[in-house]
C-alpha cells in the first residue's frame, strides 16, 4: 500500500518537474492519489476486521479441541471402568 502511494507521489513530482502537465492533469493526478488513499483505508479496515475473525476462529478451535480431549478422556475411563467389572464378573 506505502509503494502505491510512494509510486503515485513520484509520478506526480516528475509530471511537475516535466512542466508538461496542465492543472487538469495535475487535478485528475490528485483526484486519483485521494481515490488510493480510499482504497488504502478500506483495505486496513478489511484487514483488521479478518485478523479479528481470524483470532475468534482461533479460541473457538482451541475451545472445540480442549472439549474434544475432555471427552477422549471421558470415553477412555469409562473404558476402563467397563473392562474393570468385566473382569470382577469372569474372576467370580
Known amino acids: 500500500m506505502k509503494k ?3 509510486l503515485s507521489m513520484i509520478a ?3 509530471s511537475l518537474v516535466v512542466g508538461c502537465a496542465s492543472s487538469s492533469e495535475f ?3 490528485k ?4 481515490g488510493l488513499k480510499t482504497s488504502v483505508a ?3 479496515s478489511d484487514a483488521a476486521s479478518a485478523q479479528s475473525a481470524a ?3 482461533s479460541a473457538k478451535a482451541a475451545a472445540a479441541e480442549s472439549a474434544a ?3 477422549a478422556q471421558y470415553a477412555q475411563d469409562t473404558n476402563s471402568k467397563l473392562d474393570n467389572l468385566f473382569r470382577k464378573t469372569m474372576q467370580k
Open 4 to 6: 502505491v502511494m510512494k
Open 12 to 14: 506526480m513530482v516528475a
Open 27 to 29: 487535478d485528475q493526478l
Open 31 to 34: 483526484a486519483e492519489v485521494e
Open 42 to 44: 478500506q483495505a486496513s
Open 55 to 57: 483470532a475468534d476462529a
Open 69 to 71: 480431549n475432555r471427552a
